[in-house]
């Protein structure tokens, strides 16, 4: 009974002991971050510029951290599908957001009953202006043109954007506000955008420099002015608003997000893979033949910029009466 007892007491000592290990073991492999795939949620569709810059960071990503980024397309409400999926994905940092301007944009206009806060961002990537484009050959060859020709006709020059209250329909409003033009606003989708100006069907409209740089060096459309706070070395012959005698200014800007609480550890391991994958070779190369700006930030810095452009982004929306409060709540 007695060398029962001690086998039972030894049989108990052995299982808690290796309770003890596996629950090592278990720590250790947790701490060994990442060691499967890791989502990267687009939130517009295959084929646009903002999925094949992602796919592309996510491929550079990938080499640097040793595991599979998969670029994962969740388009809809101009960006809420995807920052309320990795909203309530769990902070493991096994999904992040493809973020832009969207985020900003998509909270102020109601989308989504958060604010750009409810996530965690890891930094910035890169930016690009979205000049203000007529078509090539429209009879207006500078801004102050076009605004003239506007107050003399209010209410009759049609303005095309990707979607209400998407970034370039808010870079339309700031530049028809700079300017007096009383215009109608026209949200044709990404992927009429261009095609509305080049048809004709639309007057103007504002798009990222890199879906519509190569329309311009074509002659099919002209850049009037940039938005911006100075002009893009990729565009330097295009002034900005401000030189053409008027004060726009609101860029595109593209970074990663992550769920609320995601330990900082892992945080700053995605943050730093993402600066790499951004001065990558391939990725550098990529932005200066599709033009956009790489000009990488890190959280605090990202962060900071985020509240600076998100109260303009709200001020446009109010001026516009587009701002909806329940997104602040």
């Given at each position: 009974m007695t060398h029962f007892k001690t086998l039972s007491r030894r049989s108990a000592l052995l299982a808690v002991a290796a309770t003890v290990a596996l629950g090592t073991f278990a720590g250790v492999a947790r701490a060994e971050f990442p060691d499967k795939p890791i989502e990267l949620i687009i939130p517009f569709g295959a084929g646009g510029s903002a999925d094949i810059e992602g796919r592309l960071l996510a491929e550079e990503m990938g080499k640097i951290l040793g595991v599979p980024v998969v670029p994962v397309n969740k388009p809809?409400?101009?960006?809420?599908?995807?920052?309320?999926?990795?909203?309530?994905?769990?902070?493991?940092?096994?999904?992040?957001?493809?973020n832009s301007t969207s985020i900003l944009t998509t909270t102020n206009l109601g989308n989504v009953p958060f604010q750009h806060d409810a996530l965690d961002h890891l930094g910035q990537v890169e930016y690009q202006p979205m000049p203000f484009a007529v078509k090539g050959d429209a009879p207006w060859k500078t801004l102050k043109e076009f605004a003239d020709y506007c107050k003399e006709h209010p209410g009759t020059l049609?303005?095309?954007?990707?979607?209400?209250g998407s970034a370039t329909h808010l870079a339309s409003l700031a530049v028809m506000n700079a300017i007096g033009c009383d215009a109608i606003h026209l949200p044709v989708g990404v992927k009429r955008r261009n095609a509305t100006v080049l048809s004709g069907e639309a007057d103007a409209m504002n798009g990222p420099v890199s879906s519509t740089r190569n329309l311009a060096k074509a002659g099919k459309i002209r850049f009037l002015a940039v938005p911006s706070s100075k002009r893009n070395p990729l565009i330097p012959d295009v002034p900005t608003a401000e030189e053409a005698g008027y004060k726009a200014e609101l860029d595109l800007f593209r970074g990663l997000s992550v769920p609320k609480g995601t330990p900082m550890e892992i945080k700053a391991k995605l943050a730093d893979a993402m600066i790499k994958a951004a001065h990558s070779p391939a990725f550098v190369d990529f932005a200066d033949k599709n033009g956009f700006t790489v000009e990488t930030m890190a959280p605090e810095e990202f962060n900071a910029m985020l509240s600076r452009e998100?109260?303009?982004?709200?001020?446009?929306?109010?001026?516009?009466?587009?701002?909806?409060?329940?997104?602040?709540?």
């Open positions: 809809g409400g101009g960006g809420a599908v995807t920052y309320t999926y990795v909203k309530n994905a769990a902070p493991d940092g096994y999904t992040m957001a493809w049609k303005i095309a954007n990707s979607g209400t998100d109260a303009k982004v709200k001020q446009i929306m109010v001026d516009a009466g587009l701002y909806q409060s329940e997104a602040k709540k």
